[in-house]
């Protein structure tokens, strides 16, 4: 069973982010009432008054638990959209403690923690939706992404394994896998210039592809061209293979990049 979004209240996190803008308004024109939330909460009012009535702003640091757990009580709330996320690009020896935890933090125990509250309401209800917004970095581990690959590694495995044990119930889980995202976000912000022939998305592919994973119920997609689907693909078969192509194509080059333009939103 697939939920419809016009008569369902979505939260959504990280809404202020240049994919979760693209989302909001996906999910607002198919009639979702909307939660949004993120810390700039300036920013979620002009997202308000852009998209007009049917929003609601809910300003959360996800690595402050009292902040979760306000989000979590939520009893109304039939999909989550659990996008908010950081970079948290760089070698694991340039991280500090606390910079590993937030990732951590944000990253993963948040859309968990969020997942165990929300949950038992839908249940209840025999309806609703998860969603996270996972990446290509939660197939294919590169140098460089140890802390963000392990934070979206785990996405991956938490989505699937659930999608398995709510399997017959009228809760439906999806994963999302956005490669490189052109126009807004973090990768375009960083300024990262990518090899020549390496392809990229937009924010509103991201956005369809949510709508899709709740409209269809699909426990995966990807959001990249073939050549990176297929290249996570074969880094599932064979990680070393995939890592010499990686370094042939030149992947070191890109996490630099990406770890000094990024360095920021730790
Ligand atoms: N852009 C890409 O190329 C790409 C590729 C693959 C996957 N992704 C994933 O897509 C999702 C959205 O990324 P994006 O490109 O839109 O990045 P972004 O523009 O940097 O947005 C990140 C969002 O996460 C929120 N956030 C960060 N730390 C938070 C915290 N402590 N508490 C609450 N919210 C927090 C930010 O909100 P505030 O700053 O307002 O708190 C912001 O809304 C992320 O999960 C990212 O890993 C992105």
Do not use: C, W
Request: zero cysteines.
């Amino acid at each position: 069973m697939s939920v419809r979004l016009e008569d369902s209240t979505v939260l959504l996190t990280g809404a202020t982010g240049g994919i979760g803008r693209a989302i909001a308004h996906a999910l607002h024109e198919r009639g979702a009432r909307l939660v949004v939330s993120g810390r700039r909460v300036d920013v979620l009012d002009e997202l308000a008054r852009e998209l007009g009535e049917r929003v609601e702003v809910v300003g959360a640091d996800l690595a402050n638990r009292p902040d979760l757990e306000r989000l979590g009580e939520r009893a109304d709330i039939d999909v989550l959209v659990a996008n908010a996320g950081l970079p948290a690009a760089g070698r694991l020896q340039t991280f500090s403690a606390r910079e590993l935890d937030r990732a951590i933090d944000v990253n993963v125990r948040a859309p968990m923690q969020l997942t165990l509250a929300l949950l038992p309401h839908m249940l209840e209800r025999d309806a609703g939706h998860l969603i996270y917004v996972s990446s290509l970095a939660g197939k294919v581990a590169s140098s460089g992404s140890s802390v963000y690959s392990a934070t979206k590694f785990a996405l991956r495995g938490f989505g699937y394994a659930l999608s398995e044990e709510l399997r017959g119930s009228g809760v439906g889980v999806t994963t999302v896998f956005p490669g490189f995202i052109r126009e807004a976000g973090m990768f375009h912000e960083s300024g990262t210039k990518l090899p020549r022939g390496v392809g990229t998305r937009t924010p509103a592919d991201v956005a369809k592809a949510v709508v899709e994973g709740i409209e269809r119920n699909r426990a995966e997609i990807d959001v990249a061209p073939l050549s990176l689907s297929s290249g996570a693909k074969v880094f599932g078969l064979s990680p070393p293979m995939m890592s010499r192509i990686t370094r042939l194509l030149g992947g070191e080059r890109v996490s630099e990049q990406l770890e000094s333009g990024q360095r920021d939103k730790r």
